[in-house]
C-alpha cells in the first residue's frame, strides 16, 4: 500500500499498473492530469484473509490537496498475492 501511495505521490503510473490486479486494471490513469498534490498517508488497520496468506485487507487515510483545498480519501483496500507479489484489486470508499 504505502508502495502504491508514493507511485501516486510521483504519478508513477506504469508502477500503479504493474501492481493493479489483472481482473480490475484499467488502460491508464492520466496521471499527469491530476491537480492533485498527496500530502499524507496513514494505514489504520491491515490484515490477511481468513483462509490463507494470499488476500489481505488495507484499510487507510490518504490526505491530498486539489486547487489549495485539502481533501481525505478513506477506503478499504483488497489485495490479492500472486507468484509472490501483492497486486490491488479493489477498494470501497469510507464515509
Wanted: net charge positive; aromatic share 12%.
Amino acid at each position: 500500500m504505502r508502495s502504491r501511495y508514493c507511485a501516486y505521490v510521483l504519478k508513477d503510473e506504469d508502477y500503479l499498473l504493474k501492481t493493479w490486479h489483472p481482473k480490475s486494471r484499467p488502460d491508464n490513469l492520466n496521471l499527469q492530469d491530476s491537480p492533485n498534490h498527496w500530502i499524507g498517508l496513514k494505514i489504520k488497520t491491515s490484515h490477511l484473509g481468513q483462509k490463507n496468506d494470499a488476500a489481505g485487507m488495507v484499510h487507510f487515510i490518504a490526505r491530498f490537496k486539489n486547487n489549495g483545498k485539502a481533501h481525505k480519501l478513506e477506503e478499504h483496500s483488497e489485495f490479492e498475492k500472486i507468484n509472490g507479489q501483492w497486486l490491488y484489486v479493489k477498494g470501497d470508499f469510507c464515509s
